[in-house]
């Protein structure tokens, strides 16, 4: 069945125009899917050294870390999944998308990689799954960096939801999905305009290729599900800050035109030893906004155990 999904995902992709692609990953990374957990993890797999895991978030898919993949590779092995229900990977229609149960695909793919310790990069919605990820599994975990958005239940997470830019946390449902069918580029476009601070830079061809990926079957309805997982979120994530906090350091990133220093803020509830950082010249979408600052932002913190 899977073999039939991919064969059509890959016709599908072939009748893209050309101009609708991102920063493409270097040609030495391979592609895997690996099934775990109940579901299958589309995953990007290239370089050679200590392992590092990025996690992608909303309105994009692990494509996102392109540039960063890129950098990482040249003395990393640098693992990149698309999370359950998003992208390549498999989109459950029955559930699964607490950030609890994400923690386990990761630590799956891991586990089926061979790879036992790394360092974690993550974004938007991947804060949250690496969060539950690293609660889980903190010997795991030798440097954590979260980058522009909050944890659910964690600090002033009741304060955030109440600002009215985030009202599609709480948008779902069966009719939302009908609303928004075949009109996928319409509503993610609100979020790329809204959420950078140059909207121009996420481009048109950018826009073009992660709205097909939504587009596909079942896509829309995984998004949504992350979003209505966060009520389970927040009771797990108070009873992993009941364990006691993160003792790894920790990067808090935001960008300058987005969550800024609010992200050490968030992460000194949960975590001992945290960093605040800010990427410049940069709403949300900091790999489309400000790649270059962030790769180093990130690259600098990494290379600071060595």
């Known amino acids: 069945m899977f073999r039939t999904l991919f064969l ?49 978030g909303y309105g994009e898919t692990g494509d996102m ?6 950098d990482l590779a040249r003395d990393h ?51 949250m799954v690496g969060y539950a990820f690293v609660a889980e599994h903190r010997d795991r975990v030798g440097r954590f960096v979260l980058i522009d958005a ?4 964690v600090g002033p997470w009741e304060e955030i939801l109440k600002n ?18 075949g009109r996928e580029r319409i509503y993610l476009d609100r979020f790329w305009n809204e959420f950078s601070a140059t909207p121009a830079r996420f481009t048109e061809a950018s826009r073009q290729h992660y709205a097909a990926l939504y587009a596909l079957p079942g896509a829309m309805h995984g998004g949504f599900s992350q979003f209505a997982a966060f009520d389970q979120d ?18 808090a990133l935001g960008g300058e035109k ?13 975590a001992s030893d945290v960093t605040e950082g800010v990427v410049p010249d940069s ?17 600098g913190f990494l290379d600071a155990k060595r």
């Open 258 to 270: 987005s969550f800024g220093p609010m992200m050490a803020t968030v992460m000194r509830f949960a």
């Open 164 to 181: 009215p830019l985030l009202w599609h946390f709480r948008f779902g449902g069966p009719d939302m999905e009908r609303l928004v069918a």
């Open 65 to 70: 870390w392109g540039p960063m993949a890129a």
């Open 8 to 56: 059509a995902l890959g016709a599908l992709f072939l009748a893209l125009p050309a101009a609708a692609q991102v920063t493409p990953f270097p040609a030495g990374f391979r592609t895997q899917e690996i099934a775990t957990n109940g579901v299958t993890i589309h995953v990007r797999v290239g370089g050679s050294g200590p392992a590092v895991v990025l996690l992608h």
């Open 234 to 251: 927040a009771i797990d994530n108070k009873a992993f800050m009941a364990q006691g906090k993160l003792a790894m350091p920790v990067l």
């Open 150 to 153: 909050p944890l659910p239940g």
């Open 77 to 127: 092995t640098v693992v990149v999944p698309d999370l359950r229900g998003l992208g390549l990977s498999s989109k459950p229609a029955s559930g699964g998308y607490d950030k609890k149960t994400q923690g386990g695909d990761v630590a799956g793919v891991l586990d089926a990689l061979k790879i036992g310790k790394v360092d974690l990069v993550t974004h938007d919605i991947g804060n």
């Open 283 to 299: 709403g949300h979408w900091i790999m489309e906004e400000n790649p270059k600052a962030t790769v180093a932002l990130v690259r």
